[in-house]
């Protein structure tokens, strides 16, 4: 079946600007997470979803990052007055359930560069 | 909150040989260690996993080891082919909910 799929695979985009990264997880993945990873660095956490809500959005980097999952299942990664820092690649990864049994599976990211 | 620090870096070995990659982890709370291949420019993908209940795991050439005391785990990998060459990440999390990733090991097995 379909993998995790994440569009656009590239943006590009000026200071200040506003930013959608949407995340289309594996049908019937009820966890969604969301990553940021930077050159040379391994994946930072930024929020996961349970369902519709936001069970942990500990990872936000500040108020200018916001993600939703209004049905349970595609998710938008919203970034507000876009700053040079953001430049990375975001990932989204979903898995079956919640806990320790369910593996995490990656889409291929969205490369984000803040001109 | 978890942090989670690997080392090498960067690990060179012939092919065959063996290579280790070691992580340490914070949050005693922390029970689940998954392990990610990236190839350049490739998605993250799991390769192994290691659960707190157990000491050791063993896929193949691949096998886990964790040390609950000492908040510590390992990656090995046997008989090293060029196409194992690629960046690892070890990973912590309570329950795979907020993981945190290590910074990577580039591993390259030279022919």
């Known amino acids: 079946g379909a993998g995790v799929s994440q569009t656009p695979s590239n943006k590009v985009t000026e200071k200040g600007k506003y930013v959608e990264l949407r995340c289309d997880p594996i049908?019937?993945?009820?966890?969604l997470y969301w990553y940021r990873q930077s050159l040379g660095q391994g994946p930072e956490f930024l929020i996961y979803?349970?369902?519709?809500?936001?069970?942990?959005d500990s990872g936000l980097p500040n108020d200018r990052f916001f993600a939703v999952r209004p049905e349970g299942s595609v998710s938008t990664l919203k970034i507000q007055r876009t700053e040079r820092g953001d430049s990375a690649v975001y990932l989204c990864?979903?898995?079956?359930?919640?806990?320790?049994?369910?593996?995490?599976?990656f889409g291929p990211g969205t490369r984000l560069t803040v001109l | 909150g978890e942090n989670v620090e690997q080392h090498p870096s960067t690990l060179s070995v012939q092919e065959g040989d063996s290579a280790v990659i070691k992580c340490t982890y914070s949050?005693?709370?922390?029970?689940?260690f998954p392990w990610y291949k990236q190839e350049l420019g490739k998605r993250p993908q799991l390769i192994i996993d290691?659960?707190?209940?157990?000491g050791e795991k063993k896929d193949q050439r691949i096998a886990v080891t964790l040390n609950k005391t000492a908040k510590h785990f390992s990656l090995h990998i046997t008989e090293t082919q060029p196409e194992d060459s690629a960046v690892y990440f070890c990973?912590?999390?309570?329950?795979?909910?907020?993981?945190?990733f290590g910074a990577g090991t580039r591993l390259t097995v030279k022919p």
């Open positions: 990864a979903s898995s079956r359930r919640q806990g320790a049994r369910g593996e995490q599976f």
């Open positions: 049908s019937g993945h009820t966890a």
């Open positions: 979803f349970q369902g519709t809500g936001a069970a942990d």
């Open positions: 949050d005693s709370a922390s029970n689940y």
């Open positions: 290691i659960r707190s209940n157990v």
């Open positions: 990973a912590a999390s309570i329950n795979n909910n907020d993981m945190r």
